[in-house]
Nanobody
């Protein structure tokens, strides 16, 4: 059974930083793409950042330059370092692992940025 467990969310003031972590179990991740999505109230879920098996990264324009995604295949983990946080970054952040024909999601972790 594949499980993804996110951690590191919380309440932070604008301009602050957070580091989200996602630990996977029940799956080998080294050949898979790992990513972070977010969903704000009343909005669709959107990609924040992804990192493929070659560690090639992709970022949403809204977080580019403020966020860094990284992975540790030995720990089956993916991380999202977010700096210079803004109130508009407030959302539930979800970890995703995907292959050619499947994807798995975590339960989400709340990030709230106060102004």
């Amino acid at each position: 059974q594949v499980q993804l467990v996110e951690s590191g969310g919380g309440l932070v003031q604008a301009g602050g930083s957070l580091r989200l972590s996602c630990a996977a179990s029940g799956i080998i991740v080294r050949t898979l793409t790992m990513g972070w999505y977010r969903q704000a109230p009343g909005k669709q879920r959107e990609l924040v950042a992804s990192i493929d098996s070659s560690s090639t990264t992709n970022y949403a324009d809204s977080v580019k330059g403020r966020s860094t995604i990284s992975r540790d295949n030995a720990k089956k983990a993916v991380y999202l370092q977010m700096n210079s946080l803004k109130p508009e970054d407030t959302a539930v952040y979800y970890c995703q692992i995907r292959g050619g024909t499947f994807n798995y999601w975590g339960q989400g972790t709340q990030v709230t940025v106060s102004s």
